[in-house]
């Protein structure tokens, strides 16, 4: 068992387009049972290129047909401050593989507007998660994630300080040009999710996914290795390429 897999569960595929078949169905899969048991299903979503295609298929029959999406509540794991027409925007990406496609409610998307005040967006948005659980435990349904060649997931970067945040749900992270300021949740608030799937994707991840998931634990250097649902799944779907230097 990889060293640092805590309690989560490996999958390999042969390719991209069956990684996020799988994705999609479990996306299913957890939106009928939170639908079913509390009335709701909330997700936060993941930019980048590798889920693209999964909100492809979810915008699609069958995946678009299971789904009571009136259910639906959408978050985002991170955004980079752009304006959001900006190609850049994971919300506009996701909006236009996905979001604009099914019967989800406006008022149940939630992206974050951050292009012009990100310590004030991040606030905002922890206000908005707050209001949203009510007093209750933040435990989203479901959390999609990448990872980056550097070992960064959400906005977590390596070496940023807000790999070190205990209290706070959302944070603003300075980064460096072209993109200065992303908003992102935080680990704390990612660990209490009911389910968190990792999308890993292509032979540019390999050597990265090996270290996070058999390395030693130095989340510092590779900030995925802080995401350890405290009571929830844990899953890697990964391709055969990413998965190359797997034990």
Same mark, same amino acid.
Request: with cysteine.
């Given at each position: 068992? #990889?060293?640092? +897999?805590?309690?989560?569960?490996?999958? !390999? $595929? /042969?390719? +991209?387009?069956? =990684?996020?078949?799988?994705?999609?169905?479990?996306?299913?899969?957890?939106?009928?049972?939170?639908?079913?048991?509390?009335?709701?299903?909330? !997700?936060? =979503?993941?930019?980048?290129?590798? /889920?693209?295609?999964?909100?492809?298929?979810?915008?699609?029959?069958?995946?678009?047909? &299971?789904?009571?999406?009136?259910?639906?509540?959408?978050?985002?794991?991170? &955004?980079?401050?752009?304006?959001?027409?900006?190609?850049?925007?994971? %919300?506009?990406? %996701?909006?236009?593989?996905?979001?604009?496609?099914?019967?989800?409610?406006?008022?149940?998307?939630?992206?974050?507007?951050? @292009?012009?005040?990100?310590?004030?967006?991040?606030?905002?948005? *922890?206000?908005?998660?707050?209001?949203?659980?009510?007093?209750?435990? /933040?435990?989203?349904?479901? !959390? $999609?994630?990448?990872?980056?060649?550097?070992?960064?997931?959400?906005?977590?970067?390596?070496?940023?300080?807000? +790999?070190?945040?205990?209290?706070?749900?959302? @944070?603003?992270?300075?980064?460096?040009?072209?993109? /200065?300021?992303? !908003?992102?949740?935080?680990?704390?608030?990612?660990?209490?999710? %009911?389910?968190?799937?990792?999308?890993?994707?292509?032979?540019?991840? @390999?050597?990265? =996914?090996?270290?996070?998931?058999?390395?030693?634990? *130095? #989340?510092?250097? =590779?900030?995925?290795?802080?995401?350890?649902? *405290?009571?929830?799944?844990?899953?890697?779907?990964?391709? &055969? %390429?990413?998965? @190359?230097?797997?034990?």
């Amino acid at each position: 068992m #990889p060293d640092n +897999l805590g309690t989560g569960l490996i999958r !390999v $595929f /042969p390719d +991209l387009e069956s =990684l996020s078949r799988a994705a999609a169905a479990w996306f299913v899969r957890q939106a009928k049972e939170a639908a079913a048991a509390r009335g709701r299903f909330s !997700v936060a =979503l993941s930019g980048g290129g590798t /889920p693209r295609r999964t909100y492809e298929l979810l915008a699609a029959p069958p995946y678009r047909d &299971e789904v009571d999406w009136p259910r639906v509540h959408v978050f985002w794991g991170d &955004e980079r401050c752009v304006l959001p027409d900006d190609p850049r925007s994971n %919300a506009r990406m %996701a909006r236009e593989a996905w979001l604009d496609r099914v019967p989800i409610p406006r008022s149940q998307i939630y992206p974050m507007d951050c @292009a012009q005040a990100p310590e004030g967006a991040a606030r905002r948005y *922890e206000t908005l998660l707050r209001e949203f659980f009510g007093g209750g435990p /933040p435990r989203l349904d479901l !959390v $999609f994630l990448g990872l980056g060649a550097d070992g960064h997931t959400a906005s977590l970067f390596p070496q940023t300080p807000v +790999l070190k945040e205990r209290e706070r749900w959302v @944070a603003a992270v300075q980064l460096t040009e072209p993109e /200065p300021y992303r !908003v992102s949740l935080t680990a704390p608030l990612l660990n209490q999710a %009911a389910a968190v799937a990792f999308l890993v994707a292509g032979p540019s991840k @390999a050597g990265v =996914l090996k270290e996070v998931l058999h390395g030693p634990y *130095e #989340p510092d250097r =590779l900030p995925a290795q802080l995401i350890r649902p *405290e009571s929830g799944e844990l899953l890697w779907l990964v391709d &055969e %390429a990413a998965a @190359a230097g797997l034990q």
